[in-house]
T-cell receptor, first 110, second 112 residues
Framework: GDSVTQMEGPVTLSEEAFLTINCTYT??????LFWYVQYPGEGLQLLLKATKADDKGSNKGFEATYRKETTSFHLEKGSVQVSDSAVYFCALRSARQLTFGSGTQLTVLP | DTAVSQTPKYLVTQMGNDKSIKCEQNLGHDTMYWYKQDSKKFLKIMFS???????INETVPNRFSPKSPDKAHLNLHINSLELGDSAVYFC???????????FGPGTRLTVT
């Protein structure tokens, strides 16, 4: 079946550091890919998405590129802020449902 | 003007009790979902309804029963609660297709 593998956390960075959270997937066909973010005590919010190979999703300084050849959708941000501290989930959509990765806890220190 | 709302936000109950969690969306979406998030933040889909019809029913105990009285509501009823049911339950809705899902704020269920 479909699956998503994320780098394990927690990840702790200093403010203004570069962020990469790795995500790879296994799926039949060409699923849509998503990054969701969950701030403390809240539900998940869509951060960005890509629906086909080589698409780049971007939002709030975060970016991820749909790489079919490496089945990856790594999340990057050039300069993180304290307010980016949250849990980040990679997900793929197939068969009318989302399959989530295990989540990566990010803490940004001032 | 909350898009996806859940009640209650917190639910503490004893083993063996029956409880319900309610979900409502005012986005006009056709599809609604229930997810369970465990203590390690792992998210797993439980159910999905499209226009009041069950379309996804993952392997969950029969003690869990979703009910969709109309397109805007999807409630989750849990019978004979067990310690392992303690988790955060999220409701979500979507217009379908490749559109994103909109999540509610979650209901933290604690079974003692």
């Amino acid at each position: 079946g479909d699956s998503v593998t994320q780098m394990e956390g927690p990840v702790t960075l200093s403010e203004e550091a570069f962020l990469t959270i790795n995500c790879t997937y296994t799926a039949t066909g060409y699923p849509s890919l998503f990054w969701y973010v969950q701030y403390p005590g809240e539900g998940l919010q869509l951060l960005l998405k890509a629906t086909k190979a080589d698409d780049k999703g971007s939002n709030k300084g975060f970016e991820a590129t749909y790489r079919k050849e490496t089945t990856s959708f790594h999340l990057e941000k050039g300069s993180v802020q304290v307010s980016d501290s949250a849990v980040y989930f990679c997900a793929l959509r197939s068969a009318r449902q989302l399959t989530f990765g295990s989540g990566t806890q990010l803490t940004v220190l001032p | 003007d909350t898009a996806v709302s859940q009640t209650p936000k917190y639910l503490v109950t004893q083993m063996g009790n029956d409880k319900s969690i309610k979900c409502e969306q005012n986005l006009g979406h056709d599809t609604m979902y229930w997810y369970k998030q465990d203590s390690k933040k792992f998210l797993k889909i439980m159910f999905s309804y499209n226009n009041k019809e069950l379309i996804i029913n993952e392997t969950v105990p029969n003690r869990f029963s979703p009910k969709s009285p109309d397109k805007a509501h999807l409630n989750l009823h849990i019978n004979s609660l067990e310690l392992g049911d303690s988790a955060v339950y999220f409701c979500a809705s979507s217009p379908g297709g490749d559109h994103e899902q909109y999540f509610g704020p979650g209901t933290r269920l604690t079974v003692t």
